[in-house]
């Protein structure tokens, strides 16, 4: 399992591209939304200033387009051109093969929430203790697990052809809903009903309520956590089921 995750991560990384889309994509995005606007400036029905909002939700926006885009598909491909049938083969257990992929999604998660912070505090003028910014960095990382293994389910159920589609819908709603690109506040209550029970939300407010000077709330912890059994849990198992055929 451990020389599959080192390969997996250094597969990722020698994929240049795709590692300059994830990385340089969501800092851009932040500074588009938040031109103009001023730093000390509150956003309606909070009490955190707009750049510090979309600070946080740029953050979770990288890690999940760096998580989620790229592993669904490369999973589904991998499975046409028969690499995870040969894994199958081998003693590997499927808690392995599901480590593995998250592990080198997580790779690129990293660097992706680390800019937008940069440019948060050195552009945006963003200012917060020692302890909120290494509070924020862990808790969108660890955060970003949830929709890598979302990623390696789709992988893992969707062909090829169909993986990126079922991905780029369940990304942009998850990213919609979690008011990621709008504030949250701005949905009527019946949509943010809703979308506290989803993934991006609770992920985003991880960050949020430490920028607050709180710690991370135990409900939205707990969603989370339940969100990354199942998806892990189900794709773990797809794989052992294969197994057993193989």
């Not at 992920?203 to 607050?212: D, F, K």
Request: charged share 15%; glycine share 6%.
């Amino acid at each position: 399992m451990k020389t599959l995750i080192k390969l997996e991560i250094l597969r990722v990384l020698r994929n240049k591209k795709f590692m300059f889309f994830s990385v340089i994509y969501p800092p851009l995005l932040f500074l588009i939304i938040t031109a103009g606007t001023d730093p000390k400036a509150k956003l309606p029905g909070t009490d955190l200033s707009t750049v510090a909002y979309f600070m946080v939700a740029m953050s979770a926006f990288g890690a999940m387009t760096a998580v989620l885009m790229g592993n669904a598909e490369r999973i589904a491909r991998e499975r046409e051109k028969g690499w995870v049938r040969q894994l199958r083969l081998t003693a590997l257990p499927g808690r392995g093969y599901v480590t593995a992929k998250i592990a080198s999604a997580a790779t690129i998660s990293l660097p992706s929430i680390l800019l937008v912070m940069i440019v948060g505090a050195a552009v945006k003028q963003v200012r917060l203790d020692a302890w909120q910014w290494v509070a924020i960095l862990l808790c969108s990382w660890a955060g970003s697990f949830v929709f890598a293994a979302l990623g390696v389910a789709i992988g893992y159920v969707a062909s090829a052809d169909v993986a990126r589609p079922i991905s780029m819908i369940a990304y942009f709603a998850l990213a919609l809903l979690g008011g990621l690109w709008v504030p949250f506040t701005s949905f009527p209550q019946w949509m943010q009903n809703i979308a506290q029970y989803l993934p991006a939300r609770p992920y985003a407010s991880l960050g949020q309520a430490v920028e607050l000077g709180d710690a991370p709330h135990v409900k939205d912890i707990a969603i989370l956590l339940v969100y990354l059994l199942v998806f892990a849990g189900g794709a773990a198992y797809l794989y052992r089921k294969d197994t057993q055929k193989a």
